[in-house]
């Protein structure tokens, strides 16, 4: 079956550092999204994207977080001067067309220290 | 605005026992519901959706639009199914899908 991959799987970074979590979605899905889970709390939307753009994002996607998939295959997600709140567990997802199941990747685990 | 809720952290049955997840939802328009499960480091995994009707793994879940609630059973519970298991409701906006999951469910099956 296929399936969505993530990495890293865990990454520790400092604050204040730049962090790329890279998503190779489903081939042939159009639609991606980043979810986020902080430790003891429900998973939560983050962004939504189709067509080389953001489609939707929750308030969590402040501006310090982007999305790009700058080669057609990998999505990623950049949070560009992460603080001690970002660590989570991101989770990755795409979907192949409206009213398809959503699949998620296994996500990555993120520490900020 | 849509939301989930689960109001049990943590869910302990013997196996063989039966097992209900509770989920309840509010939402304005028709909903569409699913139950997630995360086996222990694993992905989340889609386990079933209301549309259509199916049994997973023993599993079932009936859409009661009254009560506003989407509760996952089973009637005999095995230890393979201790897992977190996530209540999600699904928005289309526009062509892409939003979910809103719940808080998630621990159970616990034991020996």
């Known amino acids: 079956e296929p399936e969505v991959t993530q990495t890293p799987s865990h990454q520790v970074t400092q604050m204040g550092q730049e962090v790329i979590l890279r998503c190779v979605p489903i081939s042939n899905h159009l639609y991606f999204y980043w979810y986020r889970q902080i430790l003891g709390q429900k998973v939560e939307f983050l962004v939504s994207?189709?067509?080389?753009?953001?489609?939707?994002k929750s308030e969590i996607f402040d501006d310090q977080f982007s999305v790009e998939r700058p080669d057609g295959s990998n999505f990623t997600l950049k949070i560009r001067s992460t603080k001690l709140e970002d660590s989570a567990m991101y989770f990755c997802a795409s979907e192949g067309s409206s009213g398809n199941t959503i699949y998620f990747g296994e996500g990555s685990w993120l520490t900020v220290v | 605005a849509q939301r989930v809720t689960q109001p049990e952290k943590l869910l302990s049955v013997f196996k063989g026992a039966p097992v209900e997840l509770k989920c309840n939802y509010s939402y304005s328009g028709s909903p569409e519901l699913f139950w997630y499960v995360q086996y222990s480091r694993q992905r989340l995994q889609l386990l079933l959706r209301?549309?259509s009707r199916e049994s997973i793994k023993g599993f079932t879940a009936d859409l009661n639009k009254g009560e506003t609630s989407f509760h996952l059973k089973k009637p005999f519970a095995q230890e393979e199914d201790s897992a977190m298991y996530y209540c999600?409701?699904?928005?289309?906006?526009?062509?892409?899908?939003?979910?809103?999951f719940g808080t998630g469910t621990k159970l616990q099956v034991i020996p």
């Open positions: 209301h549309i």
């Open positions: 994207f189709y067509n080389n753009e953001i489609s939707e």
């Open positions: 999600a409701l699904l928005k289309n906006s526009g062509g892409y899908q939003k979910v809103t």
